[in-house]
């Protein structure tokens, strides 16, 4: 009984060792910025409202594919394409450096909607980005 005991508090642990691993690296800090370095860590920022008030820096380019927004895609989103950082109810307030890197081929179709970009919604946010 020992052993299985043992067992699950490992995999429970290291369970949770992988969820806090959200993005490339940093903290979130001004001085350790969370780490933007590919589409991934950009889809988790994109979906996590409540990381909206941190510090972000992108340490790589960035580049879609038409894949990405097809059906079964990363970001198909039931044809919607990718979701801004920030809309109507919910402001962008961190900051986002792009640090000279570009985000290629991005495809957001959201005509029915209000505040659609990359940064839907940014209110007192820093984004030195290029696109």
């Keep these: 009984m020992y052993k299985k005991t043992h067992s699950i508090i490992v995999l429970t642990l290291a369970s949770l ?27 988790y920022l994109s979906e996590h409202a409540n990381q909206w008030t941190y510090h972000y820096k992108q340490t790589a380019n960035i580049n879609f594919t038409t894949t990405d927004f097809a ?7 039931t044809g919607l394409g990718f979701r801004p950082i920030g809309k109507y109810d919910t402001l962008f ?3 986002y450096n792009g640090n000279h890197f570009v985000i290629n081929s991005l495809i957001i179709n959201r005509p029915n909607a209000d505040y659609v970009a990359l940064f839907g919604n940014a209110n007192y946010a820093t984004l030195p980005i290029r696109l």
């Design 71 to 77: 059906t079964g895609g990363a970001f198909y989103n």
């Design 17 to 43: 060792v992988a969820q806090a691993q959200t993005y490339s690296g940093g903290a979130g800090t001004v001085a350790n910025p969370y780490l933007i370095a590919n589409k991934t860590d950009l889809k």
């Design 93 to 95: 307030r961190g900051t």
